[in-house]
Structure formats: structure tokens, C-alpha cells
């Protein structure tokens, strides 16, 4: 089992800048792709952006240009930069990770409990 936590969500005013963090443990043996996935009220979730154990990243149109994901394959620990925030952005920020428990095995994918990111306007 793989447990993810995430931190770093809060009230912010349009403009400003959050940082997102989410850390993985438990019984690990490869990690994947790991992301952030976002949902506002009465919205679909929609995946904000993405990268891989090699670094290859990707971001919704959305967040390009205002947004950075990184990160730390030591720490098992990934993190989404938020800057130039919108009263859009506020929704439940969720982290994910794709966790082989083997090499000849298909990855699952966790998730973490959401943190809640509020930009006011």
C-alpha cells in the first residue's frame, strides 16, 4: 500500500502564489507518473498536470505558463509551484502517483485526500 499526503493549500488572493506538496510512503517499489488532478464545485476534475519518473512533464492549457510541476524521486515527493493565481484555480487540489509493486506488474494508481486551494478575488 502506498499513502499519499498533501500540503500547502489555503486562501490566496488573485495573483499570488501557492506551493503544493504531496509525499508518498508505505511499501514502495517504483513510482511512475505522478500528478495533480483538480475539482471545482459542480465541475468536471480535470487533470492539471503530469510528469514521469524520467521528468517528461505535461499541463493542462489552462495552467501553462503559471504553473510548475517538479519532482524528487529521493523523497518520492511531488510538487505543483502555482503562481499568477486565479479566482478559476480555486477548486481541491488531488495528487496521484502510479506505484509498481513489481516490475512485471501493471501500476496502480493512488491518491492522495485533496487540499483545498481558495483564490479570492
Known amino acids: 500500500q502506498v499513502q499519499l499526503v498533501e500540503s500547502g493549500g489555503g486562501l490566496v488572493q488573485a495573483g499570488g502564489s501557492l506551493r503544493l506538496s504531496c509525499a508518498a510512503s508505505?511499501?514502495?517499489?517504483?513510482?511512475?507518473?505522478m500528478g495533480w488532478t483538480r475539482q471545482a464545485p459542480g465541475k468536471q476534475r480535470e487533470l492539471v498536470a503530469g510528469?514521469?519518473?524520467?521528468?517528461?512533464?505535461a499541463y493542462a492549457d489552462s495552467v501553462k505558463g503559471r504553473f510548475t510541476i517538479s519532482r524528487d524521486n529521493a523523497k518520492n515527493t511531488v510538487y505543483l509551484q502555482m503562481n499568477s493565481l486565479k479566482p478559476e484555480d480555486s477548486a481541491v487540489y488531488y495528487c496521484?502517483?502510479?506505484?509498481?509493486?513489481?516490475?512485471?506488474?501493471?501500476?496502480?494508481?493512488?491518491w492522495g485526500q485533496g487540499t483545498q486551494v481558495t483564490v479570492s478575488s
Open positions: 496521484s502517483a502510479d506505484h509498481k509493486a513489481d516490475r512485471g506488474v501493471s501500476p496502480t494508481r493512488y
Open positions: 508505505g511499501s514502495i517499489f517504483i513510482i511512475n507518473a
Open positions: 510528469i514521469t519518473s524520467g521528468g517528461r512533464i
